[in-house]
Each structure stands twice: as C-alpha cells, then as structure tokens.
Nanobody, 127 residues
Framework: QVQLVESGGGLVQAGGSLRLSCAAS????????MGWFRQAPGKEREFVAG????????FYTDSVKGRFTISRDNAKNTVYLQMNSLTPEDTAVYYC????????????????????WGKGTLVTVSS
C-alpha cells in the first residue's frame, strides 16, 4: 500500500521560509513524478509544483516561481518543497501526491492525474 506522509508545516511570518517534506513508501518511488498541491480555506485544491521521476524536470505555478523549489531524493524516497518569501496568500494545507504515470517527463500535473495523496500539512503565514 502506497503511503505519503507530509511534514514541516507550521506558522511563519510573512517573508519567512519553510521546508516541507513528503516521505513515500509502498512502491518504486523513483519511477514516478511527484507533485505538491495546496488548498486554502474555501478554495479549490490547486497545483503548486511538480518534479519528474528523475528529478531533472521541475514545474511551478506562476504565483510561486522564484520563491518555491521542489526537489527529491530518490535514495530517501522523499520529495521536498522549499518555500521562501512566504506571503499570507500562501496559507493553505499542502498535500504531496504521486503521479499515476511511470516515467512521465511532462509538466501536466493535474489532480486527476495523481493516484496517491498524503493527508496534508498546514502552512499558516501571518502578516
């Protein structure tokens, strides 16, 4: 059974940084792309960042480009999201998810394209 467990969320002041981690188990982690999504109160869950199975390709939604960095360590079965220059608009529950498509190198990370999800970690940015 595939499990994804996020950690690293918390309360931070605007301008601060956090690093989220997602530990995966249950299948060959290195064969699948991974994504981070977030859901703010009253809003739809949205794509934030994605990384290909090899780690060579990364993708970001426009609002986080230049501030967030996604990375992965296939030896540790872990994907990370480094978040810098946080703003109150980044406040949300952050979820990691695994792509359905093994060895996918494209940048189309959609909710319906992800087959396993973590339970999420809350990030709160105060002004």
């Amino acid at each position: 059974q595939v499990q994804l467990v996020e950690s690293g969320g918390g309360l931070v002041q605007a301008g601060g940084s956090l690093r989220l981690s997602c530990a995966a188990s249950g299948r060959t982690f290195s064969s699948y792309g991974m994504g981070w999504f977030r859901q703010a109160p009253g809003k739809e869950r949205e794509f934030v960042a994605g990384i290909s199975w090899s780690g060579r390709s990364t993708f970001y939604t426009d609002s986080v480009k230049g501030r967030f960095t996604i990375s992965r360590d296939n030896a540790k079965n872990t994907v990370y999201l480094q978040m810098n220059s946080l703003t109150p608009e980044d406040t949300a529950v952050y979820y990691c998810a695994s792509d359905k498509r093994p060895f996918y190198n494209g940048g189309n990370y959609r909710r319906d394209g992800m087959d396993y999800w973590g339970k999420g970690t809350l990030v709160t940015v105060s002004s």
